[in-house]
């Protein structure tokens, strides 16, 4: 399946569907994703006319109407030629992945779907012919750990990373059947894809016990308090594993992150100092790009000394 | 002391301290971590179980405490975490490794104490994410998930 240049035909160009976050608080993400593409020779296809996947708000009052919002960007992504599509943020792709599982195995909600297309002047979405995988999936399957390391220019060395994966990568783990397939597959339990694409860009990775845990962060607003708790312990658990960073992936858990911090030294008065980066923030300095174009300043939590510190960026 | 509290303590000690007790500190995390799930059920009305799963009453708890309740799984991980961190603590031959297992271990312990509290107050927490179900359907006495007759 590999071409010559060591890129995966499958992948080489995906549908991208960035999702509202990345267009506001996570736009740090949009820009080191599409800037760690064009590094790799990875074509991305943004989806036309785009909606909301549904996310947290129409999810929590009706889910229906969230799996049919999601269900058009993947007939949007299929009308546009595509088999795959790539959606970085963690609440986008459980909800499409979610779409596509109810789809195939609820026909009520296929049957609310096919309605609501109708009403909308939309080919409603058939669940198997398009499949949505993570900017992690993409850019191991694309170009593999080996690949990676060979693209390497500015290695991570002596960094030390703990790796955060969030909630919603990998549960509930029914809605992602191609995890926990053995060797070479993700791992529900103990996810390991990030780590492993920044191992190879040179990365020390630490063993970190709370890899999935619980941010609070679908409360971070109506329950702050439990949100910073967590968030803390979070943070002062990867200080403890010897964690100069924390690597994200999600652009919920990274905001959460970087705003229970200063919360928690705002509210309890615990200071922490490990740094904050999206994994494609990580990549993209290892490839080579400056911190400025993985968008490292517009991160709340400020790593560019660390970073200039590790002759980084 | 609370089940937090001494997940703190056990944090907070020096190494020396931990590595010296290891086995009955990483005893005294998992208790402390089985009375946190046993708060949880008994709040729910539940007659905490005596079971184990491979061996740890904590996992049993946990089983119980998800049945029904599937966004208990976002602490799934953290009580097989804990396991894993206090074996490995028992096991260790080297000092250090043992006192970091520990603290490892406590630190995860906290954090279900944090998540489990968290959980008593507000319910809804991990609902949305976890077992990706909405929170407000079932207030309103929808069943289905669906708001009927809004579709149509």
Avoid at chain 1, 178 to 202: C, I, R, V, Y
Avoid at chain 2, 70 to 98: G, H
Avoid at chain 2, 100 to 114: D, N, Q, S
């Amino acid at each position: 399946m590999s071409e010559k240049s060591g890129i995966s035909s499958k992948y080489r160009k995906v549908a991208y569907y960035p999702g509202c976050a990345l267009e506001g608080t996570g736009h740090a993400y949009n820009r080191s994703t599409k800037a760690v593409g064009k590094a790799l020779g990875l074509d991305l296809v943004e989806l036309k006319n785009w909606n909301c996947c549904g996310a947290m708000e129409v999810k929590n009052i009706d889910p229906k109407l969230q799996t049919f919002l999601s269900a058009r960007n993947l007939e949007i992504a299929e009308e546009m030629g595509f088999a795959t599509v790539m959606a970085p943020c963690n609440g986008c792709y459980h909800n499409l992945k979610k779409a596509e599982y109810d789809l195939a195995h609820d026909p009520a909600t296929r049957e609310t779907v096919e309605m609501l297309s109708a009403k909308a002047g939309d080919v409603a979405y058939q669940p198997g012919h398009v499949s949505t995988i993570h900017a992690l999936d993409w850019i191991r399957e694309a170009i593999g750990e080996e690949g990676l390391r060979a693209r390497v220019r500015n290695s991570l060395k002596g960094l030390k990373i703990a790796n955060y994966y969030g909630c919603m990568y990998t549960r509930p783990r029914h809605i992602f059947p191609e995890k926990d397939q053995g060797p070479g597959s993700e791992s529900t339990n103990a996810p390991h894809f990030m780590d492993d694409l920044l191992a190879a860009a040179g990365a020390e990775n630490v063993e970190y016990p709370l890899k999935t845990a619980c941010c609070g962060g679908a409360h971070t607003l109506s329950d702050s308090d439990t949100s910073t708790r967590l968030v803390l312990n979070l943070l002062t658990t990867a200080e403890a594993c010897g964690a100069d960073v924390i690597a994200t992936e999600c652009p919920t858990c990274h905001s959460g992150l970087e705003l229970h911090q200063a919360r928690a030294a705002k509210v309890f008065g615990t200071v922490t100092h490990v740094k904050i980066l999206y994994f494609t923030q990580l990549l993209g300095m290892a490839l080579g790009l400056s911190a400025r174009r993985v968008g490292v300043h517009e991160n709340l939590s400020d790593a560019r000394d660390l970073l200039r510190a590790r002759g980084l960026g | 002391m609370s089940p937090l509290a001494r997940a703190d303590t056990i944090a907070a000690m020096p190494e020396a301290a931990l590595a010296e007790q290891a086995v009955p500190l990483a005893q005294a995390l998992l208790e402390a971590s089985e009375s946190v799930l046993e708060d949880w059920l008994r709040g729910h009305g539940q007659v905490p179980g005596s079971g184990e799963i491979e061996g740890f009453r904590l996992l049993a708890l946990h089983r119980q405490a998800a049945r029904g309740t599937p966004s208990f799984n976002a602490c799934r991980e953290s009580c097989r975490e804990l396991i894993f961190q206090c074996n490995m603590a028992r096991v260790s031959d080297d000092t250090a490794a043992r006192a970091r297992r520990l603290r490892l271990a406590a630190m995860v312990a906290r954090h279900l104490a944090l998540f489990v509290a968290g959980k008593l107050e507000n319910a809804g927490l991990g609902e949305f994410c976890c077992s990706a179900r909405d929170l407000r359907g079932r207030d309103e006495g929808l069943a289905s998930g669906t708001m009927e007759g809004k579709h149509g």
